[in-house]
């Protein structure tokens, strides 16, 4: 699986770490995290919530441009390997400086110039600057207005992740808005631990794109709006699975959404928090559904359609 090409849409960057990365980084710094780690030295945590404070200690190590930069070499160098010819990964400014555009610009600097750097051995990526939805639309703010002063660089998109069950989508209506007044596409996590309700919510906010999504199987009229209007799901079934909202494999929606004429992408998420990698994803799918070729050529072809890129890149990646 690792030779066909593939296009990943739902990348977080710092979710994306190795922890021998982070680790190595950690003892750099004198910084002792070794709490976050299992006995074999993989990320070790229980549950959705203790997922996302381990995922911010581990990021709490990178605290100047330099280590982003590094990260994305390592991260993006991890995608090629895995047959990716483009990748968007998710930004936290929040992480980068606290969200302060002069912080972030340098830290975008960096993180730019390791990407140019990537792109000339063969993978091309672009950032999707993320707001933090359990930080609050106060910091979702200056996270939109970091992403509308840096709008049209390697920042082409904007998004919204962490915890599901904080607040409601709504409260950052202003944050899309301002994304989508600078140019940015969007794109909202919905539907991995809430309901087909919050897949409205975030069609509500201007999303061409939805991350997860998958519980709008749930939801009859629901998937035909979302097929009819094109709207591209941002898939990722070994998250699912690792963080148990979906059982197994066999039980996986991704085939029904599918099935439904729904647009279908997949991604990986964190990879190494969730045990997998983009080649392992589409090995477990033709495994479990008897995917090939065919299917995974359709699916990179709504990928590519759906992407954050302006029309020369796509006319490549196609
Ligand atoms: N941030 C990193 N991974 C995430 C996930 N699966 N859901 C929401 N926020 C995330
Ligand atoms: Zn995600």
């Known amino acids: 699986m690792k030779s066909l090409k593939k296009v990943e849409l739902h990348l977080h ?3 994306a770490a190795p922890p021998a990365f982070i680790r190595a980084l950690a003892a750099e710094k004198h910084q002792d995290i070794g709490h976050i780690f299992d006995e ?4 070790s945590y229980n549950g959705f919530n203790e997922f996302l404070r381990v995922y911010e200690a581990a990021t709490s190590v990178l605290t100047a441009p330099r280590d982003y930069a590094r990260l994305v ?9 895995e047959g990716a010819i483009y990748a968007e990964v998710f930004v936290s400014p929040e992480f980068c400086g606290g969200a302060d555009l002069t912080a972030w610009r340098d830290y975008l600097a960096a993180m730019e110039e390791a990407a140019a750097e990537a792109e000339r051995s063969g993978i091309t990526s672009r950032a999707i600057l993320t707001c933090i939805r359990h930080f609050g639309p106060e910091r979702a703010r200056k996270t939109a ?20 069950s904080a607040g409601e989508l709504s409260d950052f209506a202003w944050a899309f808005d301002c994304a989508r007044e600078a140019g940015l596409g969007l794109t909202a996590h919905a539907g991995e631990w809430r309901g087909p309700g919050s ?3 975030a069609l509500a906010l201007g999303v061409t794109r939805i991350g997860h ?6 939801d009859a009229a629901l998937l035909s709006d979302i097929a009819a209007r094109g709207v591209t799901l941002e898939v990722c079934p070994g998250s699912n699975i690792a963080l148990g909202i979906v059982p197994g494999w066999p039980a996986h929606p991704i085939a029904r959404l599918a099935d439904a004429g729904v647009r279908v992408t997949v991604s990986t998420d964190d990879p190494p928090f969730f045990h997998t990698t983009l ?3 589409y090995q477990r799918l033709a495994d479990a559904f008897g995917w090939a070729e065919a299917e995974f050529g359709q699916m990179n072809l709504w990928a590519v359609e759906a992407a954050f890129c302006d ?6 990646l196609r």
């Open 199 to 201: 897949v409205r919510d």
């Open 13 to 15: 960057l710092e979710g």
């Open 213 to 218: 999504g998958i519980r709008a199987i749930e």
């Open 311 to 316: 029309e020369t890149t796509r006319t490549r």
């Open 279 to 281: 080649s392992q994803e």
């Open 40 to 43: 074999r030295g993989a990320y």
């Open 145 to 164: 207005i970091c992403a509308a002063e840096t709008s049209g660089s390697w920042v082409t998109g904007f998004g919204i992740g962490g915890a599901e």
């Open 73 to 81: 070499t390592e991260v993006l160098g991890n995608c090629a390997e």
